[in-house]
């Protein structure tokens, strides 16, 4: 019977391989992006899902991308199908269902940790990754692998030694498991809702970041007429956002910059512009529209645009980023909803959006964006600098804002901060 687990290791072998494979690819996406270019089945209908998974933080444990520790255990998985597939021995049956039960437990933790991720990959991403589901049903059919060969090689000795070490891997595996995913998720939640941050950047660094910041590039960017702002008009800190509202990554974003205003209450003054990554609105657009959801991303952006005429703007614009969170649709219904708790008059909103000064108004931020060369959301400018293309490193962000504080206000704001953190028991 043993010699019949040879097509069993061999094939588990082969599918170890593809699931290396499919690491090393997310890997060179989620780190190396200017390399993989292509969609490499990644692709939903013009959006590359694995691309905009590695820019975000569920991509990372503690900073290091998850395709590494995939590339660990299929190589781990690998390794010991082809050992077992050179190494079994009818005469000890034993040893090889030892063996067997190590591909089997190792197999049930690759389960569970997937079964996390593709919590994440499915509910926490408008564009699930592609690539990482092909990885799941790798790791699904090593399961069925092994769970084969569990029940082939029932040795007729040591069935109670083995089956008592076996509840203690098993039981082992799911803990560690547990652990795992418990920690990832602790951290990712951590991460997700932290307080803005109460250390401020050194003063004797604050020239070296200033001189960094006047290095970069200046665009001349015209705040006049612009209505979708938040934060005080007398703000010496001026930042340009340019967002899509199926992006999870400018969600975040949206996220950090209110912790920005509410680091320097005051100073700062935040113009939230739109570049929606469909070309029905935005006409610099040249590729194709990317409608995997529809009309949503234009519905967001012609609302947007709209409820700047009202004093809720900030509020209805955060709670259409906030339809993520919900898996809403940015539909007519949700707008209507969100317009009407704000009370803002939704029949003079929906006349706004279905008239030419909407897209006018979307074609102006569009303008703004081809000045300074954008081409993907989210993008932000301090300014009139650009400082990132993508989510802002919070604590580099943090510390820019703290060196234009300090350049404007010298010592007293940060006392103020001090002070303020004091209060709030930070």
Not at 242 to 265: E, I, S
Not at 308 to 326: M, N, R, S, T, V
Not at 352 to 357: D, L
């Amino acid at each position: 019977m043993h010699s019949k687990n040879q097509i069993y290791y061999l094939s588990g072998f082969l599918i170890s391989v593809i699931g290396i494979i499919l690491s090393v690819i997310l890997i060179c996406k989620h780190g190396f992006p200017n390399i993989c270019t292509g969609s490499m089945g990644c692709s939903i209908e013009g959006v590359d899902g694995c691309k905009e998974l590695g820019e975000s933080e569920y991509s990372k444990i503690f900073g290091i991308p998850i395709a590494y520790f995939g590339i660990i255990f299929y190589s781990f998985l690998a390794f010991l199908f082809g050992y077992s597939f050179l190494k079994e021995k009818p005469e000890h049956p034993e040893i090889n269902h030892s063996r067997i039960l190590l591909l089997f437990y190792a197999s049930i933790f690759g389960v569970i940790f997937d079964s996390f991720l593709g919590y994440i990959n499915f509910t926490k991403l408008i564009v699930p990754c592609l690539l990482c589901v092909y990885t799941y049903f790798v790791t699904l059919a090593i399961f069925i692998l092994s769970l084969v060969l569990k029940n082939r090689n029932k040795p007729q000795i040591y069935i109670r030694k083995i089956f008592n070490q076996g509840l203690i891997n098993l039981g082992s595996a799911i803990i560690f498991a547990t652990l795992v995913v418990g920690v990832f998720y602790a951290f990712e939640n951590t991460q997700a809702t932290s307080q803005t941050k109460s250390v401020l950047l050194p003063s004797d660094k604050v020239k070296d970041y200033l001189n960094d910041f006047y290095a970069l590039k200046e665009y001349s960017l015209s705040t006049k007429d612009l209505k979708t702002y938040e934060g005080s008009l007398d703000g010496y800190i001026v930042i340009h956002k340019f967002a899509d509202f199926l992006c999870p990554h400018c969600y975040d974003t949206a996220q950090l910059l209110q912790k920005a205003l509410q680091r320097w209450p005051g100073r700062i003054l935040v113009y939230y512009r739109q570049f929606p990554l469909d070309s029905t609105c935005n006409k610099d657009l040249t590729s194709p529209p990317r409608k995997p959801y529809g009309d949503w991303r234009c519905n967001g952006a012609l609302a947007a645009v709209c409820a700047g005429d009202y004093p809720q703007f900030a509020e209805f614009y955060h709670q259409i980023f906030a339809l993520q969170d919900q898996q809403l649709p940015i539909d007519l219904e949700q707008l209507q909803r969100i317009s009407k708790n704000l009370d803002i008059p939704w029949n003079k909103l929906f006349m706004c959006m279905t008239s030419p000064f909407a897209q006018q108004k979307i074609n102006r931020d569009v303008e703004d964006a081809r000045i300074v060369g954008i081409n993907s959301t989210p993008t932000v400018l301090v300014n009139n600098r650009l400082v990132s293309r993508g989510t802002p490193d919070e604590t580099y962000f943090f510390y820019l804002l703290d060196a234009l504080v300090y350049e404007k206000e010298g010592e007293s704001a940060y006392q103020e901060f001090n002070e303020r953190m004091k209060k709030q028991g930070k």
